[in-house]
């Protein structure tokens, strides 16, 4: 090659040694690639404003959610009451805030919950060379075909007088739906997990680790957690999703959240027998649900994009 | 295949029995028991309330408890309901069939959109149609189907005012009237859960189509002559076929899932409305037949799966 023309300026090797100069981390990388997903990006945007409403809201609205007003009885949107009133007269908006707050809250620490049961199932199932896969793999496959909405009103219905006695009626019913939210979801992220270590327990530098005497949970943790990551984020940010529709399943069929607990999904089982008069009251929880869930959807794909190496964008 | 059939049965019978003890623990662990609605009846004395838990067996060893109540949903006997007052294999039975055709229509709805559209999408991949149909696919796993359902009502009941939006058992109307009632009353639920499934299908056969389509044979079926059409139903379509049957499976839960609230939104009198009235009535018995029922059609319908998936790929041995 020496001494050669070069066919084109990339093939230059001065140039290369300036490009591989600039140094790029691979948070800065990951945000690149992400940025190119429009669809992400908007709905990064779109994600933003919302949870800024629902944590700023209600100071800059500091309406009452449960402030009865019969003389503004399921009235539209107006001045006064940007997203209507509902058949007490209560601020819809207000109502809205709140109840997104506790929505969100759900959908995050469910989130949590799955994603360690989920990480620390698929760490032993794939770290384990004896029994503890297959009787880890066989219990991850018997959780995924267990309906999960019926059991999750079965439970609810069984454990919730009890849980209220110890945490109260609120928090009571949040640690309640959180567990059992979180409790039926973690399978996806185990698979993923143990798969990853599956291929990544093989490779050289675990096994140079090893030979330096880290131990076994060096390595998983030290060692392979980090670069079985990817995918866990990309699952655990659809879990909020999930989770999300999930809450609001449960309170949209009457049985999550008690009735002074304003969530979406309540908001629209209280909307539902209004519908021809009142079509605001169930539209707005409705598409706040909705909005939220694309969101972290797109979002979700966006990352999956951005923390694939092998994909080129 | 019969071997292969026998194999698969025999390894359904593991879930059965560790979904059977999921549920029972969690029974066993609930606080209350099936008898507090007589403990604060002052009618009964307390000593025939004992007398009533001794001959239910309730105060036997978990274990035993257990088994006697396994052996009795097995020989189906399920148990009363304290609300209808009727046998709750009877209840269920009767509301079945409504459930089963529900779901299994959306199902076939499902497949019928998501397939052409997935196949046509993955053909011409990063095209127009194909960024639409992603798109439109996203919408569609992101709108939850209670939300769906509220919006078909309110468009298509209250406005409009083409479809019943609540779903009778009893029309009084015979022969075709009688059928064509039914379909008017079923198409907006059966809508409603099929293009939910249909959203998630669409990405599943896409990228299975994608995955295959540039394999070898693949170009040998082309270069040897064959139609794009042939080559695209019968050489891409049947391999693709394969990873989809295992994720649809892989859905049911969830399609049960969805099939509750919709019937919930609907009343449509399946097991899923049955289930709701059921946690709302206290009707414990009724609450956890429907549950065991819920888990044994998954359970059946991933054998389904199984059986396909070894009619799609005869390289899975059957011996």
């Known amino acids: 090659m020496a001494g050669s023309t070069l066919a084109s300026p990339s093939a230059d090797p001065a140039a290369g040694a300036a490009v591989s100069q600039v140094s790029v981390s691979p948070g800065r990388e990951t945000w690149r690639r992400f940025r190119r997903h429009r669809l992400a990006m908007a709905s990064t945007v779109v994600l933003g404003l919302l949870v800024l409403g629902v944590i700023v809201g209600p100071w800059l609205w500091p309406v009452a959610i449960n402030e009865i007003d019969f003389s503004a009885q399921l009235q539209g949107p107006s001045w006064s009451h940007p997203l209507g009133t509902d058949d007490l007269g209560q601020d819809i908006l207000a109502r809205m805030m709140y109840g997104g707050r506790i929505s969100l809250a759900v959908g995050l620490a469910a989130m949590v919950v799955a994603t360690i049961v989920g990480v620390l199932i698929g760490a032993l199932a794939g770290m384990s060379r004896k029994y503890a896969d297959p009787i880890l793999m066989w219990v991850t496959d018997l959780f995924l075909s267990l309906p999960q909405l019926p059991l999750l009103l079965l439970i609810i219905y069984l454990f919730r007088e009890q849980l209220k006695a110890i945490f109260g009626v609120e928090g009571g019913v949040f640690v309640l739906i959180v567990i059992v939210i979180g409790g039926l979801r973690w399978m996806p992220v185990a698979r993923l997990v143990r798969a990853q270590f599956l291929s990544l327990r093989e490779k050289e530098f675990v096994e140079a680790a090893r030979a330096q005497g880290a131990t076994k949970m060096r390595q998983m943790f030290r060692h392979i957690l980090p670069n079985a990551l990817g995918p866990v984020i990309v699952a655990s940010t659809i879990e909020v999703s999930s989770a999300i529709i999930a809450e609001s399943t449960l309170s949209f069929l009457g049985l999550g959240f008690p009735p002074d607990i304003p969530t979406w999904g309540r908001l629209l089982f209280d909307a539902k027998d209004q519908l021809d008069t009142a079509p605001h009251w169930a539209l707005f929880p409705g598409a706040a649900i909705f909005l939220t869930v694309l969101s972290i959807n797109f979002i979700g794909d966006g990352l999956r994009d951005a923390l694939d190496p092998r994909r080129v964008i | ?319």
């Open chain 2, 1 to 319: 295949m019969a071997t292969y059939l026998i194999r698969r049965l025999l390894i359904a019978i593991p879930s059965l029995l560790g979904i059977s003890v999921i549920l029972f623990t969690i029974l066993a662990l609930a606080p209350g028991d099936p008898f507090s609605e007589m403990a604060t009846n002052p009618n009964v004395p307390p000593e025939v309330r004992e007398a009533l838990r001794a001959s239910f067996g309730l105060n036997d060893p978990v274990m035993v408890r257990y088994l006697r109540w396994l052996s009795n949903m097995v020989q189906g006997d399920w148990g009363f309901s304290f609300a209808s007052r009727i046998n709750v294999d009877d209840l269920i039975l009767q509301r079945l069939p409504t459930t089963l055709f529900v779901v299994g229509s959306s199902q076939i709805l499902a497949l019928c959109v998501a397939l052409p559209v997935g196949i046509y999408a993955a053909t011409r991949p990063y095209s127009v149609f194909d960024q639409i149909a992603n798109t439109l696919a996203f919408v569609g796993f992101s709108l939850p189907t209670f939300f769906t359902g509220l919006l078909f009502i309110l468009v298509f009941s209250v406005t409009l005012d083409w479809f019943p939006f609540v779903y009778r058992s009893d029309i009084a109307a015979t022969g075709w009237r009688w059928y064509w009632e039914m379909f008017r009353q079923a198409i907006m639920p059966i809508t409603v859960l099929g293009l939910f499934q249909a959203a998630s299908y669409t990405r599943y056969v896409r990228s299975a189509v994608l995955d295959v389509i540039r394999l070898d044979y693949v170009t040998t079926a082309r270069a040897k002559g064959l139609s794009e059409g042939r080559v695209t139903l019968r050489h891409i379509t049947r391999n693709a076929l394969i990873p989809v049957v295992t994720l649809v499976a892989l859905q049911m839960p969830a399609v049960f899932g969805g099939a509750l609230v919709t019937e919930q939104i609907f009343r449509v009198p399946g097991i899923g409305s049955l289930l709701i009235d059921a946690i709302l009535a206290n009707d414990t018995p009724v609450i956890m037949s429907v549950t065991f029922v819920f888990s044994c059609l998954v359970v059946f319908f991933n054998l389904i799966a199984d059986i396909l998936y070894g009619w799609l790929d005869p390289r899975i041995s059957f011996s």
